[in-house]
């Protein structure tokens, strides 16, 4: 089953202005981690956020977590052209999942210089 | 430190064809997945090994798809025969795994398939 969804499914922005990307789930969970796809350098890491944490900062990158309404969001602040890519949030569900990550469809932001 | 490798990064073949994927993990990492990415859509696991043993293979489809993991490093996955549905980017990642939670996957830059 789906978990991650996001939402909007693309974003198209200039640089230099902010872009939030939004993600919703349905079960418990033990993280929450958001990672980029671009065809350069593949599938990337961005931030994991755990299930007792509220928000987290990572450079330009702030990631909220919301447990009772099941949501998360990711905003990039001063976008940058190099910041074009989808973004993909992917959930942890809780029990013995053992690692398990159930990815989302993705949101497609575009940059434009 | 090395990154996740996999081979080939392309591969076309015909339906009914067999193929197989080679994985080679960041060193040291315990848990090894497959994923399944198809155009537009999120990386969909296919099968997690914690060491050499299967701790997930619910998506996998396994009338035709197979994966081993020997001697807890490499993996390869195998698709035989292939169909058109098929298609699609095999994502190699690793992480280290702290108890049942997930920590950070690495991945490698996939094998892009094609099938005619």
């Known amino acids: 089953s789906q978990q991650g969804e996001e939402d909007p499914q693309a974003l198209s922005i200039q640089e230099g202005e902010n872009a939030t990307m939004n993600c919703s789930y349905k079960?418990?969970?033990?993280?929450l981690q958001w990672y980029r796809q671009n065809s350069g350098r593949g599938l990337v890491h961005l931030i994991l956020?755990?299930?007792?944490?509220r928000e987290k900062h990572s450079g330009r990158l702030r990631v909220t977590l919301d447990t009772s309404k099941k949501s998360s969001s990711l905003l990039i602040t001063a976008s940058r052209a190099a910041d074009t890519a989808s973004y993909f949030c992917?959930?942890?569900?809780?029990?013995?999942?053992?690692?398990?990550?159930?990815f989302g469809q993705g949101t497609i932001l575009t940059v434009h210089p | 430190e090395a990154g996740v490798a996999q081979s080939p990064r392309y591969k076309i073949i015909e339906k009914r064809q067999s193929v197989a994927f080679w994985c080679n993990p960041i060193?040291?990492?315990?848990?090894l997945y497959w994923y399944q990415q198809i155009l537009g859509q999120g990386p969909k696991l296919l099968i997690q090994?914690?060491?050499?043993?299967?701790?997930?293979d619910s998506q996998l489809p396994k009338d035709r798809f197979s994966a081993e993991r020997l001697k807890g490093v490499d993996s390869t996955l195998k698709i035989q025969p292939a169909k058109l549905e098929d298609s699609a980017v095999y994502l190699c990642?690793?992480?280290?795994?702290?108890?049942?939670?997930?920590?950070?996957?690495?991945f490698g830059p996939g094998t892009r398939l094609l099938v005619l």
């Open positions: 990642a690793s992480s280290r795994l702290v108890g049942v939670q997930a920590e950070t996957q690495y």
């Open positions: 079960t418990s969970i033990n993280n």
């Open positions: 956020i755990r299930s007792n944490e």
């Open positions: 992917a959930v942890n569900a809780g029990g013995t999942s053992y690692g398990k990550l159930t």
């Open positions: 060193s040291g990492h315990a848990t």
């Open positions: 090994f914690q060491n050499n043993g299967v701790v997930d």
